[in-house]
C-alpha cells in the first residue's frame, strides 16, 4: 500500500473517535437534513424533568461517539443560567464487556 493511501486511511478510520475540539469535525447540521441532533438532545435533557431513554444510532464511523462526546462536553459545561450535568461516560467495547454476550443489565 502507497503511503499517500495510508495516511488517507488512518484520516478516515472509522474505528477512531475524533476529539471534541478535532478540525476534521463537520458538524451534524451541515451533513444531515435533520438538523443539528446534538443541540436537541441537550435541550431535551435539559427540560426534562423525569428520566429520559433515548436511542443514538448508526453505522460505523457515522460519528456517533464524536457527538456524544461533544454532548458531554455541552452539558457538564453549560451556558450561564443552564443545569450542569455529571456524565459518566464508558467505551462499552473496550476492555469491560463481551460485545457478542451482552444484555442489557450487564450496562
Not at 447540521?29 to 424533568?49: F, H, P, S, W, Y
Not at 429520559?52 to 444510532?57: D, K, P, T, V
Request: glycine share 4%; net charge negative; with cysteine.
Amino acid at each position: 500500500m502507497s503511503n499517500a493511501i495510508e495516511k488517507i486511511y488512518q484520516q478516515c478510520d472509522p474505528y477512531t473517535s475524533l476529539a471534541v475540539e478535532d478540525r476534521r469535525y463537520v458538524p451534524c447540521k451541515d451533513t444531515r437534513v435533520e438538523g443539528n441532533q446534538i443541540a436537541e438532545l441537550e435541550k431535551a435533557i435539559q427540560c426534562a424533568n423525569t428520566p429520559l431513554h433515548l436511542l443514538f444510532a448508526g453505522h460505523m464511523g457515522s460519528g456517533k461517539t464524536t457527538e456524544l462526546l461533544r454532548l458531554k462536553q455541552a452539558l457538564e459545561n453549560p451556558p450561564q443560567g443552564k443545569k450542569k450535568f455529571f456524565v459518566v461516560y464508558f467505551e462499552a467495547d473496550k476492555e469491560d464487556i463481551d460485545l457478542y454476550d451482552v444484555d442489557f443489565p450487564d450496562l
